[in-house]
């Protein structure tokens, strides 16, 4: 029994169509995103002639504020179903972004506008995170929710992938804008795919959403910090996104700069190597079977923070070029492993009424905790030199294994509303 219930995992056939349309959105907006990556500064620097200042504002403050703004929507959302907020986030994000285009063919863009999109955005993808998240917890069975999990991982390498090199054909025979508008569209589609999933999703209580307090807003973050096993892992995925993320400005003008890499060595120096990711997340759930959860994550989590401090000795030419790629394809394979044994780890310990709460406390957590140490290394960079603040955050990121969680004793909370899906 047990090995037909596996050869149906590889088979691929048993999660069902609803989680296969729900696979299908989250791929075509993932794509979108890629798509677009890097778009907003471009813009920002070709069509409206922005500083540096500006730019940085644009990833940095757009993103914190953008979190601030998800704080009261993770309560909010814990008391609604969660197909209609993740339709209707999908929409916002559709309509935000295609004000862009539609300013930009106006002749009336300003940066005070991709500003406050890129808010909107921030904040949207914050409560989507939170809503999926619960969302496939009621619709999938537990022990689903590693290949799940899987399934969304490998997806996002692929789309890394694919995304930017088509980005940039599209930038380089269009302009910036035209991606915003493949964005864009690809949140339509996405809202369109999840309308398709269906089914019946039961009302959460109303007396509880009637009850809910202005304290409710920190209930995510007390949830987190009162459970032993979520509170180190916590801690450690928000400050080791925060210190890779930090450091991929710095790259840039290490690489562009200082260096002279071209464009496109630079970002096959990083698009490449996703291959990793892909190759990763395939791996998870055998290694989960063969090892077990636990160790899979405190092993997998400790080894991706040994590989960014060697970014540090990064030099020109060839030698150069293959020692980012080889850093970033270790970094990446484990990312790969790590990422969707994680998420199913939390979601695991996390009460069915409390994963939209805590999902969005960590979501805004994230955003903020990467934009402040973007913004610090900034400074950073600046002051001791590129090369050095990256050689900082590698060494900084050693230390992140200490707060993984020691034990798992943690009990699961399984899904009070999964079902088997044929």
């Not at 004000?99 to 991709?114: E, I, K, R, S």
């Not at 537990?142 to 599209?170: H, Q, Y």
Request: proline share 6%.
């Amino acid at each position: 029994m047990r090995s037909g219930h596996r050869l149906g995992h590889l088979l691929g056939h048993r999660l069902g169509w609803r989680f296969g349309w729900l696979w299908g959105a989250y791929g075509t907006s993932a794509l979108g995103t890629w798509l677009a990556f890097g778009a907003f500064p471009l813009i920002a620097i070709r069509v409206l002639h922005a500083g540096p200042a500006e730019v940085a504002a644009l990833s940095s403050v757009g993103a914190a504020v953008g979190a601030a703004v998800a704080v009261p929507l993770g309560p909010w959302v814990e008391f609604r179903r969660k197909r209609p907020v993740l339709i209707a986030m999908d929409l916002v994000r559709f309509a935000a972004l295609l004000t862009v285009p539609a300013a930009f063919a106006l002749g009336v863009l300003t940066f005070l506008q991709l500003l406050l999109v890129s808010v909107v955005v921030a904040a949207a993808d914050i409560t989507f995170r939170a809503a999926s998240g619960a969302y496939v917890k009621t619709l999938l069975p537990a022990d689903d929710l590693l290949v799940a999990n899987a399934r969304f991982e490998s997806t996002a390498w692929t789309t890394t992938i694919i995304g930017p090199p088509l980005g940039g054909a599209m930038i380089g025979l269009l302009s910036p804008v035209a991606t915003v508008v493949a964005d864009a569209v690809s949140y339509l589609l996405s809202a369109l795919g999840i309308r398709a999933t269906g089914g019946h999703e039961p009302r959460p209580e109303r007396r509880e959403a009637a009850r809910m307090r202005a304290g409710d807003l920190l209930d995510g973050w007390r949830y987190i910090l009162a459970d032993a096993t979520l509170r180190p892992l916590f801690f450690n995925t928000a400050l080791f996104n925060g210190l890779v993320m930090a450091a991929q400005p710095l790259m840039a003008v290490l690489m562009l700069g200082r260096l002279g890499f071209t464009p496109w060595q630079y970002g096959l120096a990083f698009a490449a190597p996703s291959i990793g990711g892909l190759l990763g997340s395939r791996l998870a759930r055998p290694l989960v079977t063969r090892f077990g959860q636990h160790h899979v994550l405190v092993v997998v989590g400790a080894l991706r923070a040994l590989w960014p401090i060697g970014l540090a000795f990064l030099g020109p030419g060839t030698g150069g070029l293959l020692l980012v790629m080889g850093v970033e394809l270790g970094l990446i394979f484990c990312c790969g492993v790590f990422n969707p044994v994680y998420a199913t780890y939390r979601l695991e310990r996390t009460a069915t009424d409390r994963v939209a709460r805590t999902l969005s406390a960590w979501a805004v957590t994230t955003k903020a905790s990467t934009a402040l140490l973007t913004a610090v290394w900034g400074v950073l960079g600046g002051l001791l030199g590129p090369r050095t603040a990256i050689g900082l955050a590698g060494v900084l990121l050693l230390a992140t294994p200490l707060l993984l969680p020691r034990h798992d004793h943690t009990p699961r909370h399984e899904p009070e509303l999964a079902r088997s899906h044929t």
